[in-house]
């Protein structure tokens, strides 16, 4: 039960996972949260034979077509156990699965180049990330290796939080932008209880996060943004305001990362505390 030391900020209103790194996940009604995040969170990804390199849409002149699958488990996850086969529609709306022994060929037809889906995390896992040319980044108008945390499909950290006063603010900055969710793939958005529009969750690093009974999290620092937040998805057009408002606003973040100090389970409308 909350207590005097914490402070009430919000709540939960959605849930995200994806199952397969770079594609479309699932909304969820609650969730296991172990030291990897979501549970079944990037438990999956494809792998460029060539390179060694995981397929991320971090490079969308490399892999256009990744956006345009979703990815769900075909069965219900249990903690400490092997990761069920995941269903992957195509952007045709062909449905596969990783059970067929012709997956690898499927996907590496769909996508033009060669590629294999897995669980299993390269030794160094590494990515490529295109830089557009957009004031306020670190790069521009060039391709760089990012490193991936060791024995992981993530980017960063293993849980990205994200609230609606962010989204909103955003909104408020550049209102012919579509400012949704899904373009920040976030796996826990909050509503604050405050009507504020701002980037609350910026005070919230280096402070711990307790959701629902169970589950703390450590607020590890901001969530930077890429090319990704640009890109088509389903009816959201491509717009390079989207990254290009973040970076003259917020410098370029928007959203926080987290460790997990206490798993447990979590669900959508959990009260969300600051310790």
């Not at 195509?90 to 012709?102: C, E, F, M, R």
């Amino acid at each position: 039960m909350a207590n005097t030391t914490q402070t009430v900020l919000g709540s939960v209103v959605s849930l995200w996972r994806y199952p397969v790194k770079s594609m479309m996940g699932e909304e969820l009604n609650a969730s296991e949260v172990t030291d990897r995040g979501l549970l079944g969170d990037r438990g999956y990804a494809l792998v460029d034979p060539s390179n060694g390199k995981v397929a991320s849409a971090k490079n969308p002149r490399k892999w256009p077509k990744l956006f345009d699958c979703r990815a769900a488990f075909i069965e219900t996850l249990r903690t400490g156990k092997k990761f069920p086969p995941v269903r992957i529609t195509l952007p045709n709306g062909a449905i596969v699965t990783s059970k067929q022994g012709d997956l690898n060929q499927v996907l590496s037809q769909e996508l033009g180049r060669e590629v294999t889906l897995g669980t299993t995390v390269p030794k160094s896992p590494s990515l490529e990330e295109y830089w557009p040319d957009i004031e306020g980044l670190a790069h521009k108008e060039t391709v760089t290796d990012e490193a991936m945390p060791t024995n992981t499909f993530f980017d960063c950290a293993v849980v990205h939080v994200l609230t609606t006063a962010t989204i909103d603010r955003l909104r408020e900055l550049y209102p012919q932008g579509r400012f949704e969710v899904r373009r920040f793939r976030p796996n826990i958005v909050v509503e604050p209880a405050s009507a504020e529009k701002n980037f609350v969750e910026n005070g919230w690093i280096s402070h711990t996060l307790a959701i629902g009974e169970e589950v703390r999290l450590n607020v590890t620092g901001p969530c930077p943004r890429c090319v990704m937040t640009t890109l088509p998805q389903g009816d959201l057009p491509k717009d390079p305001g989207i990254l290009r408002t973040a970076a003259q606003h917020n410098q370029v973040n928007v959203g926080i990362y987290a460790t997990v100090l206490r798993g447990g389970t979590i669900h959508r409308g959990d009260t969300v505390r600051l310790e």
